[in-house]
């Protein structure tokens, strides 16, 4: 099986749907001649066409608007923001316009379109390139939110969120786009080709939209989490010796509610971890869900491992990245709680 | 009337940039049709023209009435600016997509789009073809070419854009028409389809409908009182017309030539609609709270539909009695639709519960589904 | 003074042998807080729960008795 | 003392404040000239001419991004965003610009400006009139977020939030603006001048941004709620008989923790309440707080009692709508748990 | 060179709309100044100008080499477009305010400010005037008439607006500049920008730098490829002007115009300053996988530095060895200021966890308390 990057399983998933179907369509700001900054689309345009993949004023309103116009017209539009940190001036566009559309027309029209943005930190990117703005959509009704870990899961979603017919705001954790990253960036970076979830079959194949994955089984305590989270969860239950359960969402909206309630009943224990902004963050969610549906399994607390409540510090980037030193921290001080 | 030269198909916009601040304008003082705009114009789409604004205001009115009674909370009347809708639809092709504000039920009433599914959507009663989700006059007909009315102003003018880049993609005739106020030209996306209509000259024209207000702000509020709203596409190289909306042959012959254009693969045309909003902004809004009453009176730029009628009249194409025998059938069609449509219910009575739930998503996913089966419905 | 484990009687559904106790976090921290271990606590409330009035028995010495002779 | 509605106390608010301070400048759509489409700022062109209180072109990025530079420069910008529902357009300038300045600038700049702007359902409004997003803002670090219920607080959280140096969003739940709303909307509506809270002092008082107070006292369970809200948990109150404490929290963003704490502690129970759409809104903070601070000494799950999760519908608004009966089923449900 | 006109500094925007097509030159090939717009400029602005360009320019070195030791993670140069910032900053004053973007460090490095807290700010460390917080390059200093920088295209434009109607609403005289880029034009915020300084006419100018390049997009992904970005004013009734950016003679003159205009109350004036991005966009990128390498080499529209230095020795104000010394010395000052930066720390060293929880908030609210504890800082 080939051995793929995050950014060739990306690109490879685009490849399979652009050649399945026409109506499929790529572009976004340097994504077309250039092949995008982060390389995700490179070489599509020459494959397919300008008509099909193509560069994108630098107005992100404008580049999820003509999408749904594209989408109404029955194009099924793949288009890309150059970092989540720049979607908000898409953001009416993508809450008033495309997540409504089925609705209120009543299926007359819909929005089936696929939105791929990078997110979160540990690049270096400041402010600015290192948000992590997926609560901003799970509160929104009409839009799917999905997020991989890895190169199989990253191809598998993508061909499943193109071929949905609802839109999809599709995050790409991009401090995992080489590699898988256990949160300790003083150590040397390892590499998807060194990784059974760098195994990524050729073809078509999805991963379905709303299911999540349990990444490493365990008994002691369940940690939701997804994205780059992952790796550090994984790091930190190897180093605690604790026994976690590891569950990886990949999809938050709709969310799998079957998966997480299992664990937790068995465990008992709940941490939420996740590299967004603390209060209002996705975990909120999770953190409430779990209690409505746990409530009585519960030996301690949720707890939410987050970004801290500040803007994403440039210079302080590993302080405010909750790395497997601070999970690891609050892994002990929850299974010490009777 | 009649000045302003029409420039072939295929100008280069830099080459007619002088459109974007003179007025298009057909009819002279006299009612008679001048100039090079003029020619061309077929005299049954005039007459039909002329009937379907009469049947456009006749269902305004009987609206309002509704809205009175306290059958809708809500209406929103276009009086004045019937000619623009109705004259633009009459350019189009079945197949071509209108992107619409609330002010242009002309464009749906230019069509064979059921009267009644009109009113059953205002009622939001059981027979509402978007089962009582959006607010009255937001209507939606793909069949008919007409987009799902947004209550966010602007965002719909860039998807029109989008709606023609795929056209393009796919090597379709069909063109795309994008609609905004002289208000709501301020608004980002405006400019979002500007640019994008520039980058890739996709075939959609880009109507504004300029009718002086918005809510209680002048055009000058949009920048528009020194400068022209058609002026705003000099920068982007694609042509602008700006013509006298409330002249239905200026109307007819301009979108004619743009929808031509478009159709033709020679890219987009702005053009600035000028027109009058004589009616209320909506039946929630007072305006004699913000202009002087006078000014409605006045009627700006005169009325469409007496400026057409007498046009016809002086051809021989209609007559006083063809006018007032059209007025009554169409006030006697939509009185009986509006019956027919309050047989399924008023004012939300009729909508169910239930319909709150599907849709927001292709599938019903598992919170939905638990969250209605808690409501109980 | 540990007592001998509960065993399933009619009032709650049966939890199954081994598996976890399942109770509010106050009734938790009642019997933290008096020394009991709700393993060996019967539950008499929805799906085998712990109820305070169950741990009230529990305490009082009223509650089924180990080997599990009938209530 | 004077007895004002909601609308008259917003108004007097900024009447005092431009009175006090020359850099406060009002301005927003239809604002000016005709006085708001809710007549808030009705009379205050007049009043303070037409450079401090003015209308602006349809343009709410630009309404707020004008702000932030009046800001910069020294003034005290109160603007006005028509409905919550059209400030997405605005929410870039919001979340990159206002909420980052500060920080980002160290201090070298700051956005001290006020965003007032409607909120809420219950005027069949639809869609696009109805929204709640202020979880949308709770997310955001760098902003404040304040929800009055009545006059008396309003008057004084706007004076409060215009003094503020810090940006604050202000929602005014529309469906209180004329008087209390207990979510019967089939019986007649009352009135402010009938309500003590509709004694709205003469002249300069604030509320404090950050304090929550406690509506009614109770002690069998907490309700957590804000805004139009407030009347209708006190409805479900009297209509069940269950002595509820219902804490208006005023400010979501700081959250007044201590006093949630203190009375979750004493109730045991606690069910959360807005009409804003349930996943992720603020509503699931609220529950993670509340299990986080409070576990052992809650007796059942943590309730909340929300907007579903779809578009507001215009003609099922009171289905969608968390009024008294469904408040009421729900919190005798909580009682009964054990 | 020479031939556009020099209108009068209240001229009104529908009397010089031919500027915004043409391109205000004042360099002829010859090195010499001619025309209207050669008129009434200061021998020493032009020295001083040369001399801070040098400084920009060894500025722009020596943070590069910082990048490739490792010592920062990111710089951007603004090689070729060094007259720009440099002669416009020549023409304010005091107490006005630029809202820049990543490009414009010339306006800094035109004044006082210490260039040791500029790099300090690229190395993050622990004499950081902004305390690490920031993306390095992303200065701010109030005191020196610099806005802090936002990452996010085009959001400051407006912003500089709304400055200047602060300005003006206090009856002050200071006015606002609004830095954009020719692909950042394509952001919606710049049509709010546009849009509000028609309505209200604000002491603004609103400079778009027009560099040929948005990473990897040329002007025609913005929309500028038959159309100048200069006549997108030409919709909203104010002037604007179109300048070549690399002339710092053409570029000081432009921008007196234009500040004088706006502090005199005129209103603002938008400059597209046509010029070449000759480096990469940033250290991540490069640019020889998107445009060919002759371009950059060919240095359309010559070396700004180059370009003045030849006049200023023609008019024997200056001469080769003033220019090798003047060099020499900037090197020198910067690198001495490298040294003592260094010596506070590189790539975030020296930068505390503490000062990431401050200034969120004027005053820190409860739960960043609680959230610094708990990190034990
Ligand atoms: C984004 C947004 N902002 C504000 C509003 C409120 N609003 C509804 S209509 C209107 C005026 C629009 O005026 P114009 O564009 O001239 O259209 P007209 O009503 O004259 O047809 C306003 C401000 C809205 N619907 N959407
Ligand atoms: C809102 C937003 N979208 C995208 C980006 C990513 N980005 C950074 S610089 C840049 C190109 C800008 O080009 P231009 O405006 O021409 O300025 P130049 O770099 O040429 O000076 C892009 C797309 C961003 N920073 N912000
Ligand atoms: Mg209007
Ligand atoms: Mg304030
Ligand atoms: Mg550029």
Known sequence: MPQMSMIEAIRDAMDVKMGQDDDVVVYGEDVGYFGGVFRCTHGLQKKYGKHRVFDSPINESGIVGTAIGMGAYGLRPCIEIQFADYIYPAYDQIVSEAARLRYRSNKDFTAPITIRTPCGGGIFGGQTHSQSPESLFTHVSGVK????????DAKGLLIAS?????????FEPKRLYNGPFDGHHDRPASN??????????????????????????GKDVTILTYGTMVFVAEAAKKETGIDAEIIDLRTLMPLDVDTIVESVKKTGRCMVLHEATLTSGFGAELSAQVQERCFYHLEAP?????GFDTPYPHAQEWDYFPGPARVGRELKAMMEAV | AGSVRRPEI???????????????????KDGEAVGPWAEGLDDDVLVQGLKNMIRVRAYDERMMTLQRQGKTSFYMKCTGEEAIAVGFRAAMQQGDMNFPTYRQQGLLLSTDYPVVDMICQILSNSRDPLKGRQLPIMYSSKEHGFFSISGNLGTQFIQAVGWAMASAIKGDTKIAAGWIGDGSTAETDFHAALVNASVYK?????????????????????????????ER???????????????FLAVYAASKWAVERARRGFGPTLIEWVTYRVAPHSTSDDPSQYRPKEESSAWPLGDPILRLKNHLISRDLWSEERQTQTEAEYNDEIRAATKEAESYGVMGSGASPKDMFDDVYEVMPPHLREQRQKLGV | KAKAPWKPGPSGAPRPEGEKPIASPAVRKRAMDAGVKLEYVYGTGPAGRITHEDLDDYISGNSAPAGGSSR
């Open chain 1, 145 to 152: 939110t999905v997020i991989p870990s890895n190169p199989y």
């Open chain 1, 162 to 170: 193109i071929e949905d017919n609802d839109p999809v705001i599709f």
């Open chain 1, 192 to 217: 998807w080709s060194k990784h059974p979830l760098g195994d990524v079959p050729e073809g078509h194949y999805t991963v379905p939209i709303g299911k999540a994955s349990v990444f490493s089984e």
């Open chain 1, 302 to 306: 949720v707890v939410r491992v987050c």
């Open chain 2, 10 to 28: 295929d100008c280069d916009a830099a080459d007619m940039k002088e459109l974007a601040s003179t007025m298009v304008r057909v009819l002279n």
């Open chain 2, 202 to 230: 996709p075939p959609v024209v880009l109507n504004i409908v300029n009718n002086q207000w918005a809510i209680s702000s002048f055009r000058g509020i949009a920048g528009g009182d020194h400068a022209t709203f058609a």
């Open chain 2, 233 to 247: 596409a000099l920068g982007y190289d694609f042509p602008a017309l700006r013509v006298d909306g409330n002249d």
